[in-house]
């Protein structure tokens, strides 16, 4: 009986040898994997910080005109009047949510070839639009970069291509009228409808153009005075701008 006893006795430590080494290993395995779940976690969360709290390179937005064209006029120091046209402008297509999208805290514009930026046109009285920006006189054409700052610190930047009022052809036609004048063919617009239309004289002064359903632009004998026209036609919320030089 004894000399069974001993090997007996070997199994059974050995087996609980090895019981206890798998136990080990499991532990072992399983604090492991609390670890890393727990850096996981924290490197989420660091990540999605600083991603909140940063300038989101892809976050891009569009402009979105807003209403009508808001006409004023500026004052010279010679006393005469030049005529102003602003657009005021919804920003829409953000990569930000916009479900719980916080107040906007500044809105500010890096011009084309600028190095800073500077405060946007916020004021206004149009309802929906969140800045203003220039027809006439027109902007330059080219990039300009847009950066919206929240209440919660989220940045916004992005760059928008702007080209309005965009140039169009003015070509005299062969039609003429005793009272309406010359008939010129502006770009490929065809004028029987329309949101808005100004005719800027050269004096800097302008009329403001109503629909009469022609599909051209009529210069009157008696306002063909010369120097250069500027006609501005705002058709399916774009701005467009054609330009008549008279005895030129």
């Known amino acids: 009986m004894y000399f069974l006893a001993i090997p007996t006795l070997l199994v059974q430590t050995a087996v609980r040898h090895v019981i206890r080494r798998k136990e080990y290993i499991m532990k072992k395995t399983t604090t492991i994997v609390v670890y890393v779940a727990v850096l996981a976690v924290f490197a989420v969360a660091i990540i999605w910080w600083l991603y909140r709290g940063s300038v989101y390179d892809n976050g891009t937005f569009i402009l979105l005109p807003v209403g009508d064209g808001t006409e004023s006029q500026m004052v010279m120091i010679d006393g005469t009047r030049t005529f102003l046209l602003e657009q005021g402008y919804a920003l829409a297509g953000m990569n930000v949510d916009q479900t719980d999208t916080p107040e906007i805290q500044s809105l500010k514009v890096k011009y084309p070839q600028s190095a800073n930026f500077m405060d946007a046109n916020t004021s206004g009285d149009t309802e929906g639009a969140?800045?203003?920006?220039?027809?006439?006189?027109?902007?330059?054409?080219?990039?300009?970069?847009?950066?919206?700052?929240?209440e919660d610190s989220t940045t916004v930047e992005t760059v928008v291509p702007w080209d309005q009022p965009k140039e169009i052809i003015a070509q005299a036609t062969e039609e003429t009228d005793a009272v309406k004048g010359v008939a010129y063919r502006l770009g490929n617009l065809d004028l029987t409808s329309f949101e808005q239309a100004y005719h800027i004289r050269p004096s800097g002064s302008a009329l403001k153009i109503e629909s009469s359903g022609d599909s051209y632009?009529?210069?009157?004998?008696?306002?063909?005075?010369?120097?250069?026209?500027?006609?501005?036609?705002?058709q399916d919320s774009i701005w467009y701008a054609a330009k008549i030089d008279v005895g030129i």
Do not use: M, R
């Open 130 to 150: 969140a800045l203003y920006l220039p027809v006439w006189p027109s902007l330059v054409p080219g990039d300009y970069s847009f950066q919206i700052k929240y």
């Open 217 to 234: 632009f009529w210069l009157k004998d008696s306002a063909a005075t010369p120097g250069e026209h500027i006609i501005l036609v705002k």
